[in-house]
């Protein structure tokens, strides 16, 4: 099982940017699925977007053209570009690895969206 640890939340204003990473410490080969979720305060944890082992990615609607997910690889890092954020945006971001063994979770990085 691989630990995760999300970065790069901040307090930012409507139509700003903001670029989330997620550093795994050990060995990603074994990895199917990165993903990212988020919460927003009284909400359910709700998916983002994802990248497949294969390299294809998939996106929410609400963020479909305004966020990329990519990865590194070489590095064991997951990114979330985030342009032209909204204030519905606003909540604890998690980054999520799945494979065949096992589930993991970071613990999650607020991102604020103020109007």
């Known amino acids: 099982q691989v630990q995760l640890v999300e970065s790069g939340g901040d307090l930012v204003q409507a139509g700003g940017s903001l670029r989330l990473s997620c550093a795994a410490s050990?060995?990603?080969?074994?990895?199917?699925?990165m993903a990212w979720y988020r919460q927003a305060p009284g909400s359910q944890r709700e998916w983002v977007a994802s990248?497949?082992?294969?390299?294809?990615?998939s996106y929410a609607a609400s963020v479909k053209g305004r966020f990329t997910i990519s990865r590194h690889n070489a590095e064991s890092t997951l990114y979330l570009q985030m342009n032209s954020l909204k204030p519905e945006d606003t909540g604890v971001y998690y980054c999520?690895?799945?494979?065949?063994?096992?589930?993991?979770w970071g613990q999650g990085t607020q991102v604020t969206v103020s109007s």
């Open positions: 999520n690895f799945r494979s065949a063994v096992y589930d993991s």
């Open positions: 050990g060995s990603i080969f074994s990895v199917n699925v």
């Open positions: 990248v497949e082992r294969a390299g294809s990615t």
